[in-house]
């Protein structure tokens, strides 16, 4: 019996591979690049299933007829035309064929930076399947890209597969630019008064909402606190008016909601590597 902590897989010869094509990256393109170890065209048979507890990368299966399943925590997703599924490979997973009408697929296997941070902002893990229609021309720019092999291939494979990462991003309703309205309108206040005291108490209240639920839908919906956000929105008007004017940093940092400059300095330094000064430097070499 094969080892199940490395890979089980098993497909009848009904299943047929048009195109398998495999890569290996050059290390310095690892380390800055997505790159694709393995890709290819598959048109599973009723038996095709693939069992593994772990294995490098991240497979985003694109599923052009038929349809298919993927197992991921547990649970079970369906997948048919039009749709892919992102499979975090780390993790034990299972995916296959429905027997009633087996897929035909495109797939890569990716490898790069941030692809764990991007899987968990999606919730990829518990909600594995995107809506993603006519899709296929990615896939089909880097079965060429990896066919072509040439010097230039690395960093033009990287741009095919951010965008198809970028698709998968804007496919997933939950980040959907269309905020609720309560938040909308707390959000709104601190756009327009960002250099007033604001408190998780009185943006909730705006919201109508309780502190508590006001923060699990704000984090839910940009992905950080709300004090966070006023923060950052306050170092981008400070960098507005650092770029823009000659105005004394003093004056800058109370403009934009602080009342000790030596705060906003250090929070301007954490958010952005440099100091005002630094940062004012930068902008008008």
């Not at 997933?172 to 309205?181: E, G, K, S």
């Not at 250090?266 to 952005?272: G, N, P, Q």
Request: hydrophobic share 40%; proline share 7%.
């Amino acid at each position: 019996m094969a080892d199940r902590t490395f890979q089980l897989y098993y497909a009848t010869m009904a299943t047929r591979f048009p195109i398998s094509l495999y890569s290996t990256a050059n290390p310095v393109h690892q380390e800055v690049f997505y790159t694709v170890p393995r890709a290819g065209h598959m048109i599973g048979d009723v038996d095709h299933h693939i069992r593994r507890e772990h294995f490098p990368g991240h497979e985003l299966i694109y599923c052009l007829r038929g349809a298919g399943w993927v197992r991921l925590e547990g649970t079970a997703h369906r997948v048919g035309p039009g749709e892919l599924a992102w499979v975090n490979c780390h993790h034990p997973h299972e995916h296959g064929a429905v027997r009633e009408e087996p897929w035909e697929v495109l797939w890569v296997r990716v490898e790069g930076p941030r692809l764990e941070q991007m899987c968990t902002m999606l919730s990829a893990a518990t909600n594995p399947v995107f809506a993603i229609p006519e899709c296929a021309g990615i896939y089909e720019e880097i079965f060429t890209l990896i066919q072509t092999g040439a010097p230039e291939s690395a960093p033009l494979l990287h741009a095919a597969v951010a965008k198809l990462l970028a698709r998968i991003c804007c496919a997933r309703t939950d980040l959907d630019p269309a905020m609720p309205a309560p938040v909308r309108r707390a959000v709104e206040r601190m756009r327009l008064f960002y250099f007033e005291p604001h408190t998780v108490e009185g943006l909730a209240s705006l919201a109508g909402m309780s502190p508590s639920h006001f923060s699990r839908v704000f984090r839910a919906t940009f992905g950080t606190s709300p004090i966070d956000w006023l923060r950052r929105e306050r170092i981008s008007q400070a960098k507005r008016r650092l770029g823009d004017t000659a105005d004394p940093i003093q004056w800058i940092a109370q403009a934009v909601g602080y009342r000790d400059r030596f705060f906003f300095s250090k929070d301007f330094k954490k958010l952005t590597g440099f100091t005002p000064t630094e940062f004012r430097a930068r902008e008008r070499l």
